[in-house]
Every structure is written in C-alpha cells, then in structure tokens.
T-cell receptor
Framework: AQTVTQSQPEMSVQEAETVTLSCTYDTSESDYYLFWYKQPPSRQMILVIRQEAYKQQNATENRFSVNFQKAAKSFSLKISDSQLGDAAMYFCVLFSNSGYALNFGKGTSLLVTP | DSGVTQTPKHLITATGQRVTLRCSPRSGDLSVYWYQQSLDQGLQFLIQYYNGEERAKGNILERFSAQQFPDLHSELNLSSLELGDSALYFC???????????FGQGTRLTVV
C-alpha cells in the first residue's frame, strides 16, 4: 500500500517570508514520482513541482523548491518570498508506475498574511 | 488553464437521479483519471482509463461507472444518487501513465 502523510493541517506565513510544508510517504516501489499540487479558493488543482525518485537533485521551480530525502521518505516543499497568491491548500502526491493512480495526502492549508 | 475541460461546472439534482459528467483531456493525452473531493473524505481516486481501456479502479461505488471514448473524452455516470454523493468531481489527464496529471476545473455536484 502507498500512503502520504501531511502532518500540518494548517500553516501560516507572512508575506515575503519563507515557509516549509512537510510530507512523508510510504511505498515499496523503487520507481515513483512525487508532486506538490496547490488548490486555491477557486478549487482548481494546479501542479506546483515534480520530483522523480531516481533523481538525487532537488527540484526547483522559481520560488518553490523541495527537500527530497529518499531514505527517510520525506518530501517537503519550501516556498520562498511568500506572496498573497500562494494562499491555498497544498497537497503532497505520490505516484508509482505499479499503482497507476495519484495518491494524495490530506493537504495543508496555507494562510499568507500581509 | 490546464487544457482539461469538464462540463458542466455545476449540477444540482435530486436523490435517486442519474447524471453524466464529461471530461475532455488535453490534446494528445491518453490517460484520464477521475477523482472525487468531498469535505470529509478528501481526494479519492475513482478510476483511470488509458487509451480507451480501464487501467485502475479505486474507491468507485457500483452505482458509478465511467468510460473513455475513441476520441479520448471520458464520461463519469453517477446513478441512484444519494446526499452523500455531493462533492467536487475532478477529471485529470496525462500523456501516459507515469507523468504528472493536469486537472480540470471540476464539476460541483449537489444532491438535494
């Protein structure tokens, strides 16, 4: 079975500050992918960043970066220079070729304050 | 805009009724996923199709069914609707089975 755990139901960050969202996962597969999706109040599900398990280098997309610790099965998301538009629900997602489906964590609600 | 189109955006119907949700994937994407998002259950995987064939089933009720047509669009049929079926239903597509999925805007279903 594959599981994704996000232990922080809610987080808050001030504009321009940095915040890190935590995620741990469990899978017996060696080949898998990890994603962070965000869901703003519009409810649209938007891909933020992607990490292939076979890559040691942490993925980066502009202000978003991940800390991928494969041995610890940890996949955290760092948002730098937070903006009001970053306020959303953030989902950590695991995908493996044998499982076919995207496995979502419960989500972390991020509040950005001025 | 993800390129995935879902219709309708909103749907209100009565218990016991049947509805059909439609999804047009991004151009060239062969894989279509259906997810249900409710307040108490979070995001639940329902079913996946790849190039017209069912590839994986998740927590899909027997009252629900889906198919993917030759033009790759997909439909999710929900029948004998219950109040608890009220949720946001997402369709997502991807080029194949091991890349990220792109989500449509969802269909908000309200069963009254």
């Amino acid at each position: 079975a594959q599981t994704v755990t996000q232990s922080q139901p809610e987080m808050s960050v001030q504009e321009a500050e940095t915040v890190t969202l935590s995620c741990t996962y469990d899978t017996s597969e060696s080949d898998y992918y990890l994603f962070w999706y965000k869901q703003p109040p519009s409810r649209q599900m938007i891909l933020v960043i992607r990490q292939e398990a076979y890559k040691q280098q942490n993925a980066t997309e502009n202000r978003f970066s991940v800390n991928f610790q494969k041995a610890a099965k940890s996949f955290s998301l760092k948002i730098s220079d937070s903006q009001l538009g970053d306020a959303a629900m953030y989902f950590c997602v695991l995908f493996s070729n044998s499982g076919y489906a995207l496995n979502f964590g419960k989500g972390t609600s991020l509040l950005v304050t001025p | 805009d993800s390129g995935v189109t879902q219709t309708p955006k909103h749907l209100i119907t009565a218990t016991g009724q049947r509805v059909t949700l439609r999804c047009s994937p991004r151009s060239g994407d062969l894989s279509v996923y259906w997810y249900q998002q409710s307040l108490d259950q979070g995001l639940q995987f329902l079913i996946q199709y790849y190039n017209g064939e069912e590839r994986a089933k998740g927590n899909i009720l027997e009252r629900f069914s889906a198919q993917q047509f030759p033009d790759l669009h997909s439909e999710l049929n929900l029948s004998s609707l219950e109040l608890g079926d009220s949720a946001l239903y997402f369709c997502a597509s991807s080029p194949d089975m091991n890349t990220e999925a792109f989500f449509g805007q969802g269909t908000r279903l309200t069963v009254v």
